[in-house]
């Protein structure tokens, strides 16, 4: 059984950063194509950042480029994202996905695998 867990969400204050977590467990870390989702109150779920299995093709919204990097270790089995100079506009539960295959896509539909989620508070 597939299993991912976010973590590394918080509170922080506009123009700090965070960086968040997904560790991936009953699988393979190869192969497997990886993104970060978020949603915030009221809105729907929006596409944040996607990297293909072996990190060679990165895909951002365009909300969030030059801000958040996304980043993979093999070795730990574990996605990042790292969320610079952060906003008020950026609150929001964010959310780790991934799907076989070596593609990216900004779609929802193409990831299989699904956090629980962690939350992204950012005050002003």
């Known amino acids: 059984q597939v299993q991912l867990v976010e973590s590394g969400g918080g509170l922080v204050q506009a123009g700090g950063s965070l960086r968040l977590s997904c560790a991936v467990s009953?699988?393979?870390?190869?192969?497997?194509?990886m993104a970060w989702f978020r949603q915030a109150p009221g809105k729907e779920r929006e596409f944040v950042a996607a990297?293909?299995?072996?990190?060679?093709?990165?895909l951002y919204a365009d909300s969030v480029k030059g801000r958040f990097t996304i980043a993979r270790d093999d070795a730990k089995h574990t996605m990042y994202l790292q969320m610079n100079r952060l906003n008020v506009e950026d609150t929001a539960v964010y959310y780790c996905a991934g799907g076989p295959g070596g593609y990216t896509s900004p779609r929802a539909v193409r990831y299989s695998d699904w956090g629980q989620g962690t939350q992204v508070t950012v005050s002003s």
């Open positions: 009953g699988r393979t870390f190869s192969n497997y194509a």
């Open positions: 990297s293909s299995w072996n990190s060679a093709n990165t």
